[in-house]
């Protein structure tokens, strides 16, 4: 299986009193992730299935994948918080090119999970807003190879 772990484009400044789930993306975010969808388009990147926290900023970037996705996005709540077994047993029941788009440090820690077997490696990746983990395996800790880590930079340089 293949799982592509995308972070959230830019977003917004949280106004005071503002919940963080209600951030959204800015107008700078939004353009930097259309080119970073083009240069993931030219490397052949495509994926079946997209889940996506429900949180606005991450629902927002998983429409923005839509040129390179199959389906619709779909929301689970499993994605605003630590992973854990409840979500890599939806991710294993999934297609064999699946996209998550959610937030950091969860991220990270589901990376460092797959890959290394530990949540805590996850704070060595560095995953900015937009880029993208690509793993490869088994859904199952350690059982997950690196293939690539991809700044928004080298992604839009693609296109």
Sequence with gaps: MQLFIVRHAIAEEAEPGQ????????KEGKK?????????????????????SPWSRAAQTARLLQPINEGVPLTTELLTKSPGAELLTVLAEGSDRTAIVGHEPWLGELVGWLAFGDTRHGEALDLKK????????????????LRALLPPKISSAAR
């Design 19 to 26: 919940a963080d789930a209600d951030r959204e993306l800015t």
């Design 130 to 145: 937009g880029g993208l983990v690509w793993l490869d395996g088994h859904m199952i800790p350690g059982g997950m190879k």
């Design 32 to 52: 930097k992730l259309k080119q970073v969808v083009k240069g993931l388009r030219k490397l052949e990147v495509s994926f079946s299935r997209v889940l996506t």
